[in-house]
């Protein structure tokens, strides 16, 4: 037996070791990226929404262009808007999110608000 026969089997294992971790908290960053953007998104759609559905309400036949510029100052997109005949609104908002090596993607929000017919169990 030589004096000193380390084969160099410990540096292996610390190298791999090393990447899996690195790997992990890679995926661990990009996976709370896009939560922190779905989040984003359905805040933005609620308050946008909410805008539009106030405007609605009083007859206002632009309330959908109110909604884009408020997702707007979300940093968000308006990708859809509908106003219902009782002024129930329903809006569909899109915020970038960007995932590192796998590029952009968007995280998608929808949201649905109005006034409360009258009698209604709350």
Same mark, same amino acid.
């Given at each position: 037996?030589?004096?000193?026969?380390?084969?160099? &089997? %410990?540096? *292996?294992?610390?190298? =791999?070791? =090393?990447?899996?971790?690195?790997? !992990?908290?890679? @995926?661990? !960053?990009? +996976?709370?990226?896009? !939560?922190? @953007?779905?989040?984003? %998104? #359905? =805040? =933005?759609? $609620?308050?946008?929404?909410?805008?539009?559905?106030?405007? %609605?309400?009083? #007859? $206002?036949? @632009?309330?959908?262009?109110?909604? &884009? &510029?408020?997702?707007?100052?979300?940093?968000?997109?308006?990708?859809?808007?509908?106003?219902?005949?009782?002024?129930? *609104?329903?809006? %569909?908002?899109?915020?970038?999110?960007?995932?590192?090596? !796998?590029?952009?993607?968007?995280? +998608?929000?929808?949201?649905? @608000?109005? /006034?409360?017919?009258? #009698?209604? $169990? /709350?």
């Amino acid at each position: 037996m030589r004096a000193g026969g380390e084969r160099g &089997s %410990a540096t *292996v294992w610390t190298v =791999a070791l =090393a990447t899996v971790l690195a790997l !992990v908290g890679a @995926a661990t !960053v990009l +996976v709370g990226a896009a !939560v922190v @953007a779905r989040h984003r %998104a #359905g =805040a =933005a759609a $609620d308050l946008t929404a909410l805008a539009v559905a106030g405007r %609605a309400v009083l #007859g $206002d036949l @632009a309330a959908c262009a109110t909604g &884009s &510029s408020v997702a707007r100052a979300n940093g968000a997109e308006l990708t859809g808007c509908t106003v219902g005949p009782d002024a129930v *609104v329903e809006v %569909a908002i899109a915020v970038p999110v960007r995932l590192g090596p !796998v590029g952009v993607t968007q995280a +998608v929000g929808r949201a649905r @608000a109005g /006034p409360v017919p009258w #009698g209604a $169990d /709350p």
